[in-house]
């Protein structure tokens, strides 16, 4: 998981489209908690979306 500081703040890196956008909740799922520490969903929203929508 790769992280950078930006002018815009905390931002992640998307694997899936190797784009980064800020770590918060327009961009990333929230994952629950461990040991304390709010986790999030490796992939962007947009990504989630796509690969976990399923046609039905």
Same mark, same amino acid.
Not at 29 to 34: A, I
Not at 35 to 49: D, E, L
């Given at each position: 998981?790769?992280?950078?500081?930006? $002018? /815009?703040?905390? *931002?992640? /890196?998307c694997?899936?489209?190797? $784009?980064? =956008?800020? /770590? @918060? $909740? @327009? =961009?990333?799922?929230?994952?629950? =908690?461990?040991?304390?520490i709010?986790?999030?969903?490796?992939?962007?929203?947009?990504?989630?979306? *796509?690969?976990?929508?399923?046609?039905?």
């Amino acid at each position: 998981m790769i992280h950078i500081f930006t $002018e /815009l703040g905390h *931002e992640k /890196l998307c694997p899936m489209c190797g $784009e980064y =956008f800020p /770590l @918060d $909740e @327009d =961009f990333f799922y929230k994952n629950g =908690f461990k040991r304390g520490i709010q986790q999030w969903a490796g992939r962007c929203k947009a990504c989630y979306v *796509e690969t976990y929508r399923g046609d039905r």
